[in-house]
C-alpha cells in the first residue's frame, strides 16, 4: 500500500471521529441546556419558532374539524400555553 493511501485513510478516520465528537459535544449540550430549563422553571416550549410557525400555517391550511386539524390545534395550544408558562426560552 502506497503512502498516500495511507495517509489518505488516517485522515478520513480522524475525521470521521472528529466530525463524530463534535455532534456528540452539540447534542449533548443541547440536552444539558433542556434539564437545566426542565429543572429550573418545570418545562420548556415544545417546538422550536421555525416549527411553530409551520404548525399555524399548517393549521390555517386544514379544515379544523377534521382530525388532523383538531391534533394541530391541540399542537398549537401547548406551545401558546408553553410560552405563557415558562419565562426562559429553549429554541431562540
Known amino acids: ?36 430549563l426542565e429543572a429550573e422553571q418545570g418545562g420548556y416550549e415544545p417546538f422550536s419558532p421555525r416549527a411553530a410557525r409551520e404548525l399555524e400555517a399548517e393549521l390555517a391550511r386544514v379544515e379544523p374539524g377534521s382530525v388532523y386539524g383538531r391534533a394541530l390545534q391541540q399542537c398549537c395550544n401547548e406551545q401558546r400555553e408553553a410560552i405563557k408558562a415558562y419565562p426562559r426560552r429553549l429554541y431562540r
Request: proline share 0%; aromatic share 8%.
Open 1 to 36: 500500500m502506497s503512502l498516500a493511501a495511507i495517509v489518505s485513510m488516517m485522515f478520513s478516520v480522524a475525521a470521521l471521529w472528529g466530525v463524530a465528537a463534535l455532534v456528540f459535544v452539540v447534542s449533548i449540550r443541547a440536552e444539558d441546556a433542556k434539564t437545566h
